[in-house]
């Protein structure tokens, strides 16, 4: 039984961390592996996500449905920026990173002078349970179970919808597309507010348990950025088995050695990673195709 | 009025004649604290400390008949830009005095540029202590004065396995050696220490490793708004046990922003927050409120902030003059004291460090605060009892109980 609980207690730690890396990394992951944009104003609509959440939830809302409205507003912010802005610079990779860079800045600024330096909380729902010598907090499982069901979501919306498979073709023949008829322009916008919606629903789902305040996105973007880089291109084959390498790595080191050891195996894993494989796990394992 | 006035107090300046028209020339004041980043929370009331009182001092003829200037920058809670702001006061603004700094990793950034330009800077924040240095004044409380009676009143009442957290720079590393050496004196034993990065906002496997040893209490040293997601967490695992901290309440004021319970049994030795319940705290607060209405609290280092401002107008005016010197010389006097809100301070000549009220803060199950005690006049003494006098030299070090000064 000593021996279940702490296997329990080890299974339950990395699914949290590979829940958190995953949630944290699928927005950025799809903006830039299918349209080359490296966002760094994805913390933003993290925040973004996190501060409609927890609003709603004072108002009254249940969670489960701030939670999408969260998603729904970070996701409407985002095709609106990428008509705005990033639409005007693909192609321009180091341009799109210093404008999301600026849009991120005004973005923390801008919502600590009209909102002021903290949002109250919200509390985190549901109870805790125990287990041999541990008690654990069940809201946990939910995230860990909404960060599996989101990647089969996704899944399931990349290969068996209409939006699906216009979005692979464009991504893949901009131009054949377009010459059949696909509104690019529209698949575009729909593939950013995606994953800007994804970086909402991250921070819809961490926003009981964490401190809101302007600055949170940046709590989940080196994590975001390593799985990413760490993953590759491909979400699937790139972030989801990332995440959950660098989840158990991260859950091992921090049981034993504390928190510095967990950040330090995951810098030194994204490190040795891409200096093996260039192109992340989902380069490597998709090597023959490619 | 100005365009004619200046000619003729230059004249009368070259002709020797100092005429009371020169003093109004202003007292000019350097603010550098964190309006923005992770610190900000616990940071923007300093801000409105030092307004507040500026306010106050001008409105009653500012110091020795010269008004008070504030040069307030916006320090973003990173540590280049004091650099560049300590430099750009120092050199450009010519400040005759900086108040500046949150972290301590801050303070020990701007300190050499303080050292190297000969500027006189206040801190006002509690810290993990040891600044032995003639152009530091030090208002916040020190761990002589939090764990000193904190931890041995936490051991008496819980027991004595102690588990500390603290964040992973140099005030929540010294700082848990203070308490490592405190529970060891007291006959107790630290069953675990982590140091979290600044940042880190997830602590499900932190609060596992602390479930695993079953300390009777654990310190929590955690610094910034990221890592204060801690208590939602250990709160939402079941993880209850009571706490000790001398960072938390008095600085973040986390029992305003959390919903209860999940700062429950947390024990807090403060220098004020704006629970303590006397008269001069009242009045003090009141007076906060009428200047900034919405301020969500006012906790222990706006109230450091504020009278340091009103120890600097004592300081210059018994002085005579802003001279760094002049003014250290009043400091070894030994009789530089005022009636703060929180009660009576004084600033010790040996460390230039200040003596404090000490309340104990616990959070109640609702968040209520009461103060099961309170220390009146615990003296900065951990550094003139080790070697540190400022009045004889001036090392410009800080000091740890395991790198004490070097006794001759």
Known sequence: MAFLSELFAFLYQAGDAFAFLVLAACGLAIVFGMMGVINLAHGEFILCGAYVCATATRLGMPLPLSVLLGALVAGIVGMILERLVIRHLYHRPLDTIVATWGISMIATQGTLIVLGSTLPGTGTPLGSFTLGDYSFSQYRLVLIGTALATLVGLYLLFTRTRFGILARATIQMPHMAQALGINTGLVYSLTFGLGAGLAGLAGGLYAPTMTLVPTMGSAFLVEAFVTVVVGGADIFLGTAPAAAILGVIKAALTSWYGQLAGQIGLLLTAIVVIRVMPRGLSGWLLRERG | ?408
């Open chain 2, 1 to 408: 009025m100005n365009k004619i006035l200046t000619p003729i107090m230059m004249g009368m300046g070259l002709l020797g004649l100092n005429s009371p028209l020169m003093a109004e020339e202003s007292i000019k004041l350097g603010v550098l604290e964190d309006q923005s980043g992770d610190f900000a929370v616990a940071t923007i009331g300093k801000v409105h400390g030092i307004q507040l009182a500026t306010e106050e001092i001008n409105a009653d003829g500012g110091i020795d008949g010269r008004p008070l200037e504030l040069v307030i920058y916006d320090t973003q809670s990173d540590n280049t830009r004091y650099q560049e702001f300590m430099r750009r006061v120092l050199q450009r603004d010519k400040v005759d005095a900086v108040f500046a700094g949150f972290s301590s990793a801050s303070r020990e950034a701007y300190r050499p540029i303080v050292d190297q330009f000969k500027g006189l800077a206040f801190y006002n924040n509690q810290y993990e202590g040891g600044v032995c240095d003639a152009n530091m004044i030090v208002t916040g409380a020190v761990p002589e004065q939090q764990f000193s009676t904190l931890i041995p009143y936490m051991m008496e009442k819980y027991g004595k396995r102690v588990y500390t957290i603290a964040a992973d720079y140099n005030f929540g590393q010294i700082s848990a050696e203070w308490v490592r050496d405190i529970v060891k004196e007291n006959g107790g034993e630290m069953v675990g220490e982590e140091f979290i990065p600044l940042g880190v906002s997830q602590f499900s496997q932190t609060i596992q490793n602390i479930q695993r040893v079953q300390p009777d209490f654990i310190v929590t040293l955690l610094v910034g708004t990221a890592q204060s997601s801690y208590y939602e967490q250990a709160m939402s695992a079941n993880l209850r046990l009571p706490m000790a901290s001398s960072v938390n309440v008095g600085q973040g004021y986390e029992h305003k922003r959390f919903n209860p319970p999940s700062l429950a049994n947390m024990y807090v030795t403060t220098n004020y927050i704006e629970e303590v319940d006397t008269p001069a705290s009242k009045a003090f607060l009141e007076k906060w409120h009428q200047k900034f209405p919405d301020e969500p609290y006012v906790n222990q280092e706006a109230e450091n902030s504020y009278l340091a401002v009103y120890l600097y107008k004592q300081m210059v005016e018994r002085a005579g003059s802003t001279d760094h010197d002049a003014i250290r010389k009043v400091i070894a006097e030994g009789d530089v004291c005022m009636d703060a809100p929180e009660g009576k301070v004084c600033i010790d000549p040996k460390s230039q460090h200040m003596s404090h009220t000490i309340y104990l803060a616990r959070v109640g199950e609702d968040h209520s605060i009461t103060f099961p005690k309170v220390w009146k006049n615990i003296k900065p003494y951990w550094l003139g009892d080790a070697g540190c006098d400022l009045t004889q030299s001036n090392p410009a070090t800080q000091y740890t109980p395991s790198n004490p000064p070097s006794k001759n």
